[in-house]
């Protein structure tokens, strides 16, 4: 029987969301590692996989192809304890998943990749993304503060969308210390999951 095969890039929180969740699940894959710069995501071997173009995509074990970090992890997730049961519950989880997409991811991670993988410097760098990404750390460390968790006091897949680029906030210049509730959080996440690296 054929393996999941995960296309990513190890630098890439979006690639290790979908890491996170097939071992938190034991669902047995294959890593193909597809280095976002080198542009051969936008080549066709890869276009024929995911033709937007981005890491991650999946190729599941009947052949079938999917992408997009989240809707991944909510197929891989499917029916497990990492999708609340309750439908409000469910919804909340969903709310944090979109916000990261639109409101998290798009300034904490792409301050990261400026900063540090095209290791562009302060000034370079457009300032409005240092301030959504504060806004947005903010927006954690006030729920946080009161809940151990983003959802119903337990581990979700919004905790582990979030986890995988706040983690690495620091390498975007954002300074966690100013957030202890995030910062603790972190840990327990890195933890709940085993992150090693
Ligand atoms: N919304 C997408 C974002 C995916 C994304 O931005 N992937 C980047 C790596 S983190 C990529 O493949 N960049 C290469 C490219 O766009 O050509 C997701 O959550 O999967």
Partial sequence: MA????????????????????????????????????GDTRKPPFLAINPMGQVPAVVLPDGRTLA???????????????????????????????????SHETA???????????????????????????????????HLAAHRYFVAEKLSLADIALVAYTRFA?????????FPAVKSWVARIEADLKIKR
């Fill in 68 to 102: 997009q970090s989240n809707a991944i992890m909510l197929h891989l997730a499917e029916g497990s304890r990492l999708i609340p049961g309750d439908a409000y519950d469910r919804a909340l989880m969903h709310q944090w998943l979109f916000w990261e997409q639109y």
């Fill in 108 to 142: 904490i991670a792409v301050r990261r990749f400026k900063k540090s993988l095209l290791k562009q410097r302060d000034e370079e760098i457009d300032p409005a993304l240092l301030t959504k990404g504060n806004w947005a750390l903010k927006v954690m460390n006030d």
């Fill in 170 to 178: 620091g390498e975007g210049g954002f300074d966690l210390g100013a």
């Fill in 3 to 38: 393996k999941l095969a995960i296309y990513g890039d190890s630098d890439s929180g979006n690639c290790h969301k979908v890491v996170y969740v097939a071992e938190l699940l034991n669902i047995p894959f294959e890593w193909v590692e597809l280095t976002a710069l080198s």
